[in-house]
């Protein structure tokens, strides 16, 4: 079975991505790259601030 629910894999983030995606956004990839403990995701969606 496919995880449905397949979240973005920045913590703070709260965004769904595709199957074959592990962030929804450049924004959440560099923020996981980053050594911030930042848990707001920037990604602009709505609904996940
Ligand atoms: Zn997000
Ligand atoms: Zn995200």
Known sequence: MADE???CA???CACV???DEEY???QCEAAEGQDVTEIVC???HPGCV
């Open 5 to 7: 629910n397949n979240k």
């Open 10 to 12: 920045h913590e703070g």
């Open 17 to 19: 991505v595709k199957d």
């Open 24 to 26: 929804c956004s450049p």
């Open 42 to 44: 920037s990604c602009g």
